[in-house]
């Protein structure tokens, strides 16, 4: 439960998900925070082979608190959030940069009914790696999105 600067490299200890270490120039600046949590302004992405396709956004100012993320067109191909001016502004992005979005996910013991937040993506931009979570005007997209595809049918 502690961060500490080791050689080039920044140790996370989570009680969750254990030692991680980051690069300094992987930190995303998070101005705002994300929703809820708007204290926290740097965290890093962290994957796993054995998590895929999640993966981690863990706060790099206090180890224990992290959200599990997922690349949102893994299971909404056809998803197209409508991303306002004033939030590219504010990510520094123009036309041609290159950004990602995520989606915050909701783990459910019963994993066909894990969701994802379509409402409130992640964008980050890259170059800059500035992030924001947004809020899209989108109302088909909904905050409890389901992620496997028999979830949906259901729906």
């Known amino acids: 439960m502690s961060v500490a600067i080791t050689t080039s490299k920044i140790e996370i200890n989570s009680a969750r998900w254990g030692k991680l270490l980051v690069d300094p120039d992987d930190i995303i600046e998070f101005p705002r925070g994300i929703i809820g949590f708007e204290k926290y302004k740097k965290f890093a992405i962290f994957e796993s082979q054995d998590f895929k396709p999640f993966q981690l956004l863990i706060s790099v100012e206090q180890e224990n608190i992290g959200f599990v993320i997922i690349n949102p067109f893994n299971f909404?191909?056809?998803?197209?959030?409508?991303?306002?001016?004033?939030?590219?502004?504010?990510?520094?992005?123009?036309?041609?940069?290159?950004?990602?979005?995520?989606?915050?996910?909701?783990?459910?013991?019963?994993?066909?009914?894990?969701?994802?937040?379509?409402?409130?993506?992640?964008?980050?931009?890259?170059?800059?790696?500035?992030?924001?979570?947004?809020?899209?005007?989108?109302?088909?997209?909904?905050?409890?999105?389901?992620?496997l595809p028999q979830a949906n049918a259901l729906n």
């Open 76 to 147: 909404c191909p056809d998803y197209k959030p409508k991303i306002i001016p004033l939030d590219l502004k504010e990510l520094n992005i123009q036309n041609g940069d290159r950004f990602l979005i995520y989606a915050i996910v909701t783990l459910a013991p019963d994993s066909r009914q894990s969701t994802a937040n379509l409402r409130g993506p992640i964008i980050i931009n890259l170059k800059k790696r500035i992030g924001k979570q947004v809020i899209i005007p989108n109302e088909e997209y909904s905050i409890k999105h389901p992620i």
